[in-house]
Every structure is written in C-alpha cells, then in structure tokens.
C-alpha cells in the first residue's frame, strides 16, 4: 500500500481567494450599519500599575471626553421618531432645540402646519423640513402683508394686516384682494407642495386657479378636505377631479375683502365631480333652484349643508328636497331666505333630516320662515342662535315640526311665552329645551299645560334673561331631569 505525500502549499493566500465567501464575509464587508458600535467598543482600556503618567492622564482624558458624547447617536432616526412621538404635545413641541438631528427628527412628526410667509414655500424649506404633511393651511402665506401697518383685522375667515393709509370704509372696499399674491405664484406653490406631500388630505388656499388644482389633484389623490377662498365658475372645473373628496367649503364673496361669482355653472360642474361629497359649505355662493337640485341629485352622500351668507336667486329653496339623504342643514349668517319660495305645492321636504341649525339670520317675512320650516318638517332637532326678526308670527310655522326633540332658543328678543308655548304644546316628542337671552319670554306668564310639559323633560335649560327665578325654584323637585328619581343610587 502506497501512500503519496501531499504537495506543500506555496501560497496560503490561494485557498482563500478561490474560496466562496460565506454569508458572514459578506455581512463584514458593509462595515456602515457597525459604525455606532465599533465607536461605543474603541474605549480606553483601564491603565495598569505599570503604566507611566502620561498615559494614564490620556486615558483618564479620553474617559471623559465620552461622558460628554451624544449617545443617541446609536440609536437609529427610526427609533428616535418612535420615542419622540409617544411623548405628549406640551413636551414635543420643543425638542427641535436639542440639535440639528433632533430638529430634522421632529419635522417628520409634524402632520399640520398654518404657512404664514410664502416664500417659506418656494425656497423649498417646507417640503425639507415637514416631509410628511397632511393638513396645510396656506391663507396667510397668500396675503402679502404691508411693512409698515399697525392696523390689525380679524375675520372669522382669515386676520391680516391692513394699509394704515386707509382713512374708511367703502361699499366696495375690498382690501383683501389688492394684498393677494398673483395667481401664477400661488399655483406654481401648489404645485411644488403637491409634488412633494402625495398623502396630502386637508389643504386650504385662497386665489388658485384651476391649473394649481388640477396639479393637487394628480398629485394627492387622498386629498379628502378642501378650503377655497375666492372661488369661481372656472376654479371648479380642478375641483372636480378629485374624486375622493369628501368635505368642501367654497367662499365665493365677502363684503369687504374680496369678490368672486360662483353660479349654477360652477355648482353643477361641481356635483357631477365631486359626487362622493359628504359635507358641503357654500359661502357668498350665488346660484338657484337648478344648481342645488344637480347637487342633491349627484352627490347622493351628502349629509350636512350649510349655507352661508348667500345670494342666491328667490326659488331656490325647494331644491332642498332633492337632497334625499341630508343630515344637517344650517344656514349662518344669512341676510335673507327665500323671499319668493313658491307654493307649499312644490316645496317638498327632507325626508332623512334631523337638524336645523340657525344662527344670526335675518328673518324678513313669514312667507319665507314657514317654507323653510314646511322643507324641514321631519326634523328632530332645531337650534336658533342669535336670530334678527323672529317673532310669535313667525315661529308659529314652526309648530309643522311634530316631531322635535330638541329645541334651543338663544337671543330671540321678539319671542314672547304665548309664543314659545304654542309651538311647545305641539312638540309630542319634546325631550330637550334650552332657552336663554330671550328677555320677552317670562316665567309669570307661563300656563299650567306648559309647567306639565316642563315635568315630563329630560333636560330642561331655562334662562331667559337674568332676572328668572324658575331655575331656582325647580332646584331639588326633580322637574326637568325625567326619571331620576328612579334610577338614584341607594
């Protein structure tokens, strides 16, 4: 039996090479991910006996120079943002001042953000610094603010700087307007915004155009909640491509601040669009009867309108029987109605409606307060707030409403009691009343039947002004809390 003798090996380093890397070779080579921790492992080893006093001074300087290190540095940005966002609002807010890293960190944790200097969007700084934005608010960005102003206006739209030149008001002032930036700048802002936050849900702008909506559109196609101001017939066309809208607030004029026509073309436009709508606000909006049927007959989600200051043409109030499926109907700060309704015959109703709200509304003739009450008839809840010219005559029309729950009265200074009772003593399902600041309604001059209904109450709210003394008196009797004296605790 022969046995060969193997051949020595020339180069140790042959074998190596022309060996298959394994999966920990590989996982060495990328040396990047173990910075951190070959960092925390390069520590001074603790000097001995032996070793001489220079060296055991640089250790010890070496030791103290680490304590002074940032040790989050070995945490990942992933592991920050999920520490950083379980802490409360009162503490995150300032833990961009720690340092750079931390300030980049919390601008990813930012989702809703007001702009109040437009060029904080074309230098590209907001889209660096709040990467994930969800909500953005660019009204006053939008405003170009004078220099020198001391003169301060606030709306419930918007609150801006104003000319201190300005002696006075005029009937068409419309100072607004002359301070908004030019429509070509807004929509290339829209567009770079739109381009680098695609999950975009919220936005609210003032003076786009339908080139810059269309361009939010494309790039936002989650984009649920929107809020335009100045808005027009031709703006409406970029409305209507987003398809997954679903709350819009269009601001047509305001008295004072700016000017734009909204009209039965836009309304339309706008129904067949936008049909998954379902909370629609229409500010300083003209139109008729034709464009609110096309958005009760489109938008068949539609739950709660609220008309706002309109101007629209007489007739367009049995449109709203249209809307099949609406919820909540307000009208706000609305100078008239429906001075010329029509018939009873045409008006219609909601068949699903459940609240009326409304607040600071001039009330100019019965014709018009007993169609918007025929049209709401089914309604469970009616909330009437700070109201000019209602008086019994008018309210009683309100009696066609049998199945309310709910009534609040606030600030109806023409109201008496004779009147309140009769549309109370026609209320079967009556639960909840409030009546505050209505200083003709008083407590003498209730009748027996209205003190029973009183009894019978869930929930009983009554300060008419602030000389009544029921309040007081019905301390301890249980009248107005139904059932608690059957469900006390022993």
Not at 68 to 79: G, M
Not at 387 to 409: E, H, I, Q
């Amino acid at each position: 039996m022969s046995i060969s003798a193997e051949e020595p090996i020339t180069d140790p380093n042959s074998l190596l090479k022309n060996r298959r890397q394994s999966w920990s070779d590989l996982w060495l080579k990328n040396t990047k991910p173990l910075k951190h921790v070959v960092f925390a492992m390069q520590l001074p080893s603790i000097p001995t006996p032996t070793s001489t006093k220079g060296s055991k001074t640089k250790g010890q300087t070496l030791i103290s120079n680490f304590s002074n290190i940032d040790r989050t540095l070995l945490l990942s940005d992933e592991l920050v943002l999920k520490i950083l966002s379980k802490l409360p609002d009162s503490q995150r807010n300032s833990n961009f001042l720690v340092c750079k890293r931390w300030l980049n960190l919390q601008g990813r944790l930012v989702r809703s953000l007001k702009v109040l200097d437009w060029e904080f969007i074309e230098s590209g700084r907001l889209i660096a610094r709040f990467p994930n934005l969800t909500h953005v608010d660019l009204i006053n960005g939008c405003i170009i603010a004078p220099h020198d102003s001391s003169i301060w206006l606030s709306h419930r739209f918007l609150s801006m700087h104003i000319n201190s030149e300005i002696s006075g008001f005029v009937p068409n002032w419309r100072i607004c307007e002359e301070n908004l930036l030019s429509v070509e700048v807004v929509d290339r802002g829209l567009k770079a915004l739109a381009g680098a936050c695609p999950n975009l849900r919220k936005l609210v702008v003032i003076g786009a155009s339908e080139l810059g909506l269309l361009n939010v559109a494309e790039e936002c196609p989650t984009l649920q909640d929107l809020e335009l101001h100045k808005c027009n017939d031709n703006v409406l066309r970029g409305i209507a491509a987003c398809e997954n809208l679903q709350i819009l607030k269009l601001v047509g004029k305001v008295d004072g601040l700016y000017s734009s026509l909204v009209s039965d073309i836009g309304l339309t436009i706008l129904a067949q669009g936008c049909k998954r709508l379902v909370k629609l606000e229409l500010s300083g909006c003209e139109g008729s009867f034709e464009g609110i049927k096309a958005i009760g007959q489109c938008c068949q989600m539609l739950e709660e309108l609220t008309i706002s200051d309109h101007r629209m043409e007489d007739g367009w109030l049995p449109a709203l029987s249209y809307c099949e499926n609406m919820r909540t109907l307000r009208f706000l700060s609305c100078k008239k109605i429906d001075l010329v309704p029509g018939p009873d015959d045409y008006l219609g109703s909601c068949p699903a409606l459940e609240k009326l709200h409304l607040q600071k509304c001039h009330f100019r003739n019965k014709r018009s307060v007993r169609a918007l009450f025929k049209v709401c008839e089914s309604v469970k809840e009616i909330v009437v707030q700070d109201c000019w010219g209602l008086d019994n005559d008018m309210f009683s029309s309100a009696s066609v409403c049998r199945r309310v729950k709910l009534l609040s009265l606030e600030g109806c200074s023409l109201l008496t009691t004779q009147g309140l009772e009769s549309v109370l003593l026609n209320c079967i399902e009556l639960q909840y009343l409030r009546v505050q600041s209505c200083k003709h309604i008083k407590d003498c001059e209730g009748s027996a039947a209205l003190s029973t209904l009183f009894s019978v109450l869930k929930e009983l709210k009554w300060r008419p002004d602030t000389k009544s003394l029921l309040v007081s008196s019905l301390v301890g009797t249980g009248m107005g809390k139904r059932g608690g004296k059957f469900f006390k605790k022993s």
